[in-house]
């Protein structure tokens, strides 16, 4: 019904803002990630919008673009996932970060959002993993975005799968492995992950 709305900010608070278009205020429910990303109280602002009709009541969700919009329609295809738990996912992975958990199979950063345990977190993982791959490159992102300036070698993203296998998040294991030299052999590159995150 509303693809998407502009106008300017004229509440806000730790889960929602509200967007005045002539003369009509709009109060959308968002994620901390859009919070960042629109502006204060009195700032023009545009959010992509999701209507989310139940026999009580009508919700309107904002995000602050498209992709982030695409991720939260995904998780709610997730058999147990309702809105809140959508928006407690995406306000704690921004959608490229979440791509990345899920396609990695890491749950651990998934239970990060409130409200989600292992249970949900790995139904999402498991039926949104076959999505990941269907997703273009640049939606989802490579080992290289949490290593700024270093490009990682085939040995560096065996080892980062490693220790993901291990319970730490991809995130974590790439920043870990961020120096390393990519000739040294995964299981080197494993030992010197391990010592960097513990």
Known sequence: MFYSIRGKIVYADTSSVALECSGVAFRCSVTLN??????????????YTYLSVREDALELFGFYNEEELEFFKMLLGVSGVGPKAALAILSQNTPSALALSISSGDVKAITKAQGVGPKIAQ???????????????SALPSQESFSPGQGMGGNISEAVSALVSLGFSAADAARA???????????????IGLKQLY
């Open 34 to 47: 859009t919070l960042k990303n629109i502006g204060g109280v009195g700032e023009e602002a545009s959010l």
């Open 177 to 191: 492995l961020s120096k390393a030299d990519p000739s040294m052999r995964v299981e080197d590159l494993v030992k």
């Open 123 to 137: 139904r999402v993982v498991l039926e949104l993993k076959d999505k990941m791959k269907g997703l273009s490159s």
